[in-house]
């Protein structure tokens, strides 16, 4: 079993539809959460970083963390084409190491 | 401020062949992180480096992989004899961690994309 499962996809969306992306994680150790964004052939690029439960507002962007549930979530609204972009799911235990473990991305099309 | 810096974005190398890639963190960061990511995975943790040490490298293969993050100069990760299965990209990462006790904010460069023949 994975440490971090995420559902590949591919999603597709209409313009201006909300988005929900996923990941369940297996270890309670994790704390640190973070949502990366990913377009063809380039680097992830952070975009929500949580540190334990709760939520966190950034623009569109919403990130939820369930440590109860081993869940996170990244919800999108109001999205744009320029949204198109593998999503990656990533956490952390902290402590000496702060290795990201990673889920495998969702790849996510927001159609004009 | 600039960001995470890889080179060469493209590697090609034929079977046999050394590749090494260098990375250089964002300005202020200490913390120096590779992965790689093959086709159609995530991205793996490989190795974590401070300035003149490594920390953690519970994720490279035993054999041909080796990193260092010298005083001076950027990260290099090495592959020695590469083989068809080391085609990737491979992604350096920064922290700052060390300034802020509970950051683990990671900056991802734009990769190396290795390409074996």
């Known amino acids: 079993q994975k440490e971090v499962e995420q559902d590949p996809g591919p999603l597709s969306v209409p313009e201006g539809a909300i988005v929900s992306l996923n990941c369940t994680y297996s270890?309670?150790?994790?704390?640190?959460f973070m949502w990366y964004r990913q377009y063809s052939r380039k680097g992830p690029e952070l975009l929500m970083y949580?540190?334990?439960?709760g939520n966190k507002e950034d623009g569109r962007f919403t990130a939820q963390v369930d440590k109860s549930s081993k869940y996170i979530s990244l919800f999108i609204r109001d999205s744009q084409p320029s949204d198109s972009a593998t999503y990656l799911c990533a956490m952390s235990k902290g402590g000496a190491t702060n290795k990201l473990i990673f889920g495998t991305g969702t790849l996510l099309a927001v159609q004009p | 401020n600039a960001g995470v810096m890889q080179n060469p974005r493209h590697l090609v190398r034929r079977r046999g062949q050394e590749a090494r890639l260098r990375c250089s963190p964002m300005?202020?960061?200490?913390?120096v992180y590779w992965y790689r990511q093959l086709p159609e995975e995530g991205l793996k943790f490989m190795v974590y480096l401070q300035k003149e040490n490594i920390i953690d490298e519970s994720g490279m293969p035993k054999e041909r992989f080796s990193a260092e993050f010298p005083k001076e100069g950027p990260s290099i990760l090495r592959i020695q004899q590469v083989v068809r299965g080391d085609s990737a990209a491979y992604f350096c990462a920064s922290s700052p961690l060390g300034q802020t006790s509970h950051s683990t904010e990671a900056f991802f460069g734009q990769g190396t994309r290795l390409t074996v023949v």
């Open positions: 949580t540190y334990s439960s």
């Open positions: 300005k202020g960061h200490s913390h």
């Open positions: 270890n309670s150790a994790f704390q640190y």
